[in-house]
């Protein structure tokens, strides 16, 4: 994944907040009815105050950026962050700049 594509996909901030907010699921996201260590429901994403169509096409961007990962149980998506992706980005970029 070209580190391009990633500045694209956080340079929305909503993207930004998502992947902000599954840094620390527990304190974003303690209702949660499942265990947050499957990850965060895509209905959770709803506190941004936009349509599920808009959330989900967020949610999206984000994983074809390889900035998210996903699992499906049932009929629900659970989201979590690509830590290993990012910190490969970061790492890229602090040599890059």
Not at 48 to 64: D, F, K, T
């Amino acid at each position: 994944m070209k580190n391009d594509e990633i500045l694209k996909a956080l340079a929305h901030p909503v993207r930004l907040q998502i992947v902000h907010w599954l840094k620390n699921p527990e304190h974003y996201f303690s209702n949660q009815e499942h265990p947050l260590d499957l990850g965060v429901c895509a209905s959770q994403f709803s506190r941004c105050g936009l349509s599920q169509s808009a959330v989900s096409a967020h949610l999206a961007v984000l994983l074809r950026a390889e900035l998210v990962t996903t699992r499906r149980v049932g009929q629900w998506i659970y989201y979590k962050r690509n830590a290993g992706r990012i910190a490969s980005f970061l790492r890229d970029m602090a040599a890059e700049i």
